[in-house]
C-alpha cells in the first residue's frame, strides 16, 4: 500500500475517500473498501451517476423503445397483421424512472455490502487530506462536516457544455430529455456528435418530426469517415433531416413554438452560399459537448490547475500533483465510457490497495457504440487514422440483412476491416447495423489479442448472421 506522507493511517477518518458516486467513484469505493480499506464516499445527487440517470442506461431503454414503432412496421413483411399501435410517452417515462429508481437502490446497496459509508452531500477540498461536505439542501452559512482522508479520488464526471448564442434561453441539454413534457412533434437538434446523433434517432423512431443540424461537414467527428457518411445516410432515409455546415443563426419564440433560422456555410452547385432556412420546432435540444464537472471542488486552492479542456490532468497513474489526489473517469477526459472510467478505477484501487501488478489500460482497443438507428460499433483505428501509420488494406461489405427482404425496410448494413499491409494485423473493426455494439464486442476481444486478417479467414462463421460477414471478406475493396 502506497503512503503519502508521514501520518498513520489510523490518523485519517478514511483510507479512501471519494467524491462522486457514479460508476467509477463506486467501482472504487466497493472494491477498496473489499479489500480492507477504509472507505467514505461523498455524493449530493442521485447514486450512479451520467450513465444510470441521464446517459448510456435511460439512453438505451428509449432506443429500444424507439425501434418498437419500426419493428411493427417490419412485422407486416412476415405475416402479422394488427391495428396501427399508439405510443405513450407517459408510460415509457414513468416505467424508466421505476427502473431508474431500482438502479439508485442497487448502487446504494452495492457501497453497504462492500463495507463503505454513503454520505450525502457536496464535496470541496480543503487540503491534500481533507474534505468538507456540505449537506444537499443546507441552509447558508451551515456548517460543512469535515472529513480526512489518506487518500482522496476525485469521480465526479461531466455534465453537459453550456450554451450561449440564439435561443440558449430556451435550450434544452441532454439532460432535459427524458422528462420532456408534452412529447415534442418537432424536434431540432444541434450537434454532431453522438449523444446529437443519438437523440436524433431516438425521437424519430419514437414520432418526432427531427432536424439535425451541425456546423461541420460530417457527423461523428473523430470516427472513421465511411461509417459516419453511411450512418448519416441511414437516418435521412428513416426521416431525419440532416443540415451539415449549418448553425443557427437566429431563434424567435411564440407561445411553446421556436422559429430558428438557419445560416448554411456550404457553396451550392452553382458556388453561391445557400439560402438561409426557417423551420418550427416545439423542442430545441443543443447537444454540442460535456465537459468536466469541476465546479466547487476547491482544485485551484491545492494548485490544481486544469487541463485547457477543463479537465483534471493526471499521471499514469491517475494521480494529481497533489499526491494524496486521485482522479478517473469523464473528469480527466481519456474516454468518455462508463466501462473506461470502471476500469481506470480498478487500477487505481490496484495500486493504492492492492500489488499493483494490473496492467494499464489500452485506450488504443476500446471498443464502444453509438445507439442510433441502425446502431455503430466500432473498435481499433479508423481507416483514415490508420492510413497515417502506413500502408493498409481495406475490406468492407454493404449489404441488405436478411431481415429486410422480407420487412420491406430499405436498410443496409456496413461492415468494414481495416488491416496492416505489412503485418497483416487487423487495426480497426466497425459495423454499421442491428446489434452493431453487440457484434464488435466480441471481435474487441480478438482485436486485443492481435489477431490477423489470416485469423479471420480461417475462423467458421455462425450462419445466417449478420457478424459472419466479418469472416467472410476476402476481397480488398481498397489499399
Known sequence: MSTTNTKTATDFDCDLLVIGAGSGGVRAGRFAAQRGARVIVVEGGALGGTCVNVGCIPKKLYSYA??????????????????????????????????????????????????????????????????????????????????????????????????????????????????????????????????????????????????????????????????????????????????????????????DVQTLRLQHHAASGDGDRRADVEIEADAVLQATGRVARTEGLGLEALGITLNPNG?????????????????????????????????????????????????????????????????IGTVGLSEEAARERGPVRIYRSDFKPLQHTLSGSNERTLMKIVVDDATDRVLGMHMVGADAGEVVQGFAVALQAGVTKAHLDRTIGVHPTGAEEFVTMREVTRR
Open 66 to 255: 424507439a425501434h418498437h414503432g419500426e419493428q411493427f412496421e417490419h412485422a407486416r413483411g412476415f405475416g402479422w397483421q394488427a391495428e396501427t399501435p399508439a405510443f405513450d410517452w407517459s408510460v415509457l417515462k414513468a416505467r424508466r424512472a421505476a427502473e431508474i429508481t431500482r438502479l439508485n437502490g442497487i448502487y446504494d446497496g452495492i457501497l453497504k455490502s462492500a463495507g463503505a459509508t454513503l454520505v450525502r452531500g457536496w464535496a470541496s477540498l480543503v487540503d491534500a487530506h481533507t474534505v468538507a461536505v456540505h449537506a444537499v439542501d443546507g441552509a447558508a452559512g451551515s456548517t460543512p462536516r469535515h472529513c480526512t482522508a489518506r487518500h482522496i479520488l476525485l469521480a465526479t464526471g461531466g455534465r453537459p457544455q453550456k450554451v450561449d448564442g440564439p435561443g440558449a434561453d430556451w435550450a434544452l441539454s441532454s439532460d432535459d430529455m427524458f422528462d420532456l413534457d408534452p412529447f415534442p412533434r418537432r424536434l431540432v437538434v444541434v450537434g454532431g456528435g453522438y449523444i446529437a446523433c443519438e437523440f436524433a434517432s431516438i425521437f424519430n423512431g419514437l414520432g418526432a418530426q427531427v432536424t439535425l443540424v451541425h456546423r461541420g461537414p460530417r457527423l461523428l467527428r473523430g470516427f472513421d469517415h465511411e461509417v459516419a457518411d453511411f450512418v448519416t445516410a441511414e437516418m435521412r432515409k428513416k426521416g431525419i433531416t440532416v443540415h451539415l455546415q449549418s448553425t443557427v443563426a437566429d431563434v424567435r419564440r411564440a407561445g
Open 311 to 375: 479537465t483534471v490532468p493526471v499521471d499514469g497513474h491517475f494521480q494529481t500533483v497533489v499526491p494524496s489526489v486521485h482522479a478517473i473517469g469523464d473528469l480527466i477526459g481519456h474516454l468518455a465510457l462508463t466501462p473506461v472510467a470502471l476500469a481506470e478505477a480498478m487500477v487505481l484501487v490496484d495500486r493504492l490497495f492492492g500489488d499493483g501488478t494490473r496492467p494499464p489500460i489500452d485506450y488504443a482497443l476500446v471498443p464502444t457504440a453509438v445507439f442510433t438507428h441502425p446502431n
